[in-house]
Each structure stands twice: as structure tokens, then as C-alpha cells.
């Protein structure tokens, strides 16, 4: 890192305000989204000599991130969470938190000086019949850039998930999805349940419970809880060197820690997925819930975990196993969807059930197209999988544009 980096996190940084060039201008690259992955894969491009457009509907630079419950820290360790050309500052924890993440980003962007245009919507990516450029990347102001290669980096949090509930119209509490949570303050005094328990909800029941809130899960299907750490070391790197063993012994001994670690907690309402954890994650991108201090929570009764939800009722809450009990808010940590179909109105996308694409490298029809940081099936996190994807994207354009033009990167 240069000796000016401590100036990086200091200064404020928004980004490009520049004025917006002619319609239907020769773009070469463009890239979707100013979050880790966007950045990532700008970075990599310029270290390439590249000169790629950055566009991000935001007026900030990781504006997912800043929008996050403030309790929330990276599960995986810094020094596997860094992205390509800067690590985290020293002094950071080892488990960086949210606002450390956001300083982070921004002295990122400021490092690599990578200037997005702001507050700019993309609305279509769509096939240019016309010769030269494949791609036409049509904005929300009215703009047309002609694109040789269009990396998507919107995420796979694009949209939240908002289910609607039976009985929600009778309710006489708040119904409200974990993207609004910040903090525990506006639930004092009051009983909240969290349906769902991936490492969203977990976490933000343990919030409430930590600041006095009465708080409970709504957990309908069995998970997965691994500790964040074991013995010192941190689960991730665990995670990493069993995915390299073959499948069966691999999802043997993940099956065997998590056992060992975090025990039966059927008693206490909360029954273990039958498959391993690296093996969920391996084949349906569900990562396990990273316990931080929810699990001795509930097995203190502190958090209560309920099954299904039935139906809501006035005061509170109707559950699958019959019982009822009072809530007065609603906290639905049910996930979000990345939305991408709907940037290609005139193209289908190869997604799977989740609506995630299934490679990196567009093919056929998406020749030219690259999704960065929508694969959540890689042991390590996420972070440390964008970090190799965007390294792998900028290589490849580097490549095809060697061969377009004789050896001579695009710029």
C-alpha cells in the first residue's frame, strides 16, 4: 500500500460527476455496479490498461454496504477478503466491520482511481444489430453506449424477497424486510419475530436480544451452523482446504466439526440439515449460517424458535404446529434476488433456479458478457470469490481484445 493510503480513508469520495458524453458513443467496456465486484474488475481492467465506464444507480460507492445493519462484520477473515490491489489496513480487525468495509471500498476506489458516473441507471443491455460493438447499454437519462464487452457486477441482493403473509391485512404490527433493519432501537419494548434463518436473520435476532428486545425466529426448514472460528482459527480457511479434498471425505469432516462444535439443537426447536454444510453450499449456494453468538442464545431461551408461519392474526402470529403468540412486528430476513433477466429484455438468460447465471464468460448469444460476484457456491466468501472473477474477466478481455487488435489492449 503507498504511503498516502491513510489519506484514502479520510477524504470523502462520490464518485464522477462528469458531463455525460453524446448518445450511441463507442464505450468499449462497461461496467455495471460500483459495490466490490464492480470495483474489483474496474481495477483489474486499468492495472490492464484499460479505460473502462463505470455506472452505478446510487449516488455512493458501495451503497449496498452502507445500507446494512450496523452490527453486522464480515464472517470470513481480512486476509481473505481483500480485493485484487489493496488490502485492509493493519489495524483492522481480523473480522472487519461493516463501516470498515464501507471505508474500505471507497479508499479502493480512490486508490485505483476509479471514477463512476453516480446515480445513473442502467435499464437494458441489449444486442446491437448494426456493425462494431455486440452490446448497447441504454441508460435511464436517455443515453446509448455501443459496448465491445458489458460486465454485470449488480449482485446478487439486487431485489429484496418480500413474501406476502396470510393474514398480514388483519395485523395490527409492523411487517418489514431485514433491508430496513439498522439497529435495535425502533423495536424497544416490543416482541419481534424474524422469519428466516440464514446468517441475516440469526444475526439480527441476536441484535435485538443483546439490546433488550424480545425476539424470536420463525425457522421452517433445517440449517446448517458452523461456528465463525474453531480453536482459534477461523471456519473459512477450514472451509477452503476441505473443499479440495474429493466430495465424500470432505463432507464427511465438515459434517463431523459441525457436529462437534454445535451440537443437536432439535430440543430447542431448531433441527440440522441431513447434507454437510461444504455440500449444501457446493450444490445449492446456500451458505450456512455462521454462528457469532445466536446458537448460546438460544439455547439459553433467550431467542425462542418457532416453526412455519400459518398465518398472521391481529396481535401476533399463527404457526404450522398450531400454537399462537404476540408479536408486534414482523421481520422477514427472506433473502433477495439478483433480478437480471430484467436488464436483458431481448435475451434470456441460462439462470438457475435462484436466478443466478451459471458462469462467469458469457457464450453464444451473451458473447462479450461477463457476471461478476453472483456465485454464491464457492467455499471462502464471497469477497475472496469476486476477487478471482474479477481478475479472471479482466484477463480474458485483455485477450480478446489482444487478438482484435494484434497484440494491443483496447483502451
Known sequence: MDHDTPDLYTQPFRGSNHAPLDPDTEADIVVIGAGPAGLAVA???MQRGHSPLVFDRAQEVASSWRRHYERLHLHTAKTHSALPGMAFPEDAPRYVPRQGVVDYLTAYARHHRIEPELGVNVEAIEPRQEPGAPWQVRLSDGRHYAANHVV??????RVPQVPRLP???????????????RNAAPFAGQRVLVVGMGNTGAEIALDLVEHGVRAALSV???????????????TQLSSILLSKLPHALGDALATLFRDLTVGDLRRHGLPTARVSPQRQLREE??????????VKRIQTGDILVYPGIQSLTSGGVRFTDGTEHPFDAVLLATGYQPALQALFPYTPLPLDERGIPPGVSGEGALQGVY???????????LLRTIAQQAERVA????ARQGQEHGGVHGA
Request: proline share 6%.
Open 43 to 45: 481495477a483489474c481492467l
Open 167 to 181: 393474514g398480514e391485512d388483519v395485523f395490527q404490527g409492523r411487517v418489514l424486510h431485514s433491508r430496513s433493519y
Open 285 to 294: 449456494g446456500k451458505t450456512p449460517v455462521i454462528d457469532v453468538g445466536t
Open 371 to 381: 457476471f461478476v460476484g453472483f456465485d454464491v457456491r464457492q467455499p471462502g466468501g
Open 152 to 157: 454485470v457486477a449488480t449482485g446478487a441482493n
Open 220 to 234: 421452517r426448514s433445517p440449517v446448517n451452523i458452523v461456528r465463525r472460528e474453531v480453536l482459534g482459527r477461523p
Open 395 to 398: 484477463e480474458r478481455i485483455s
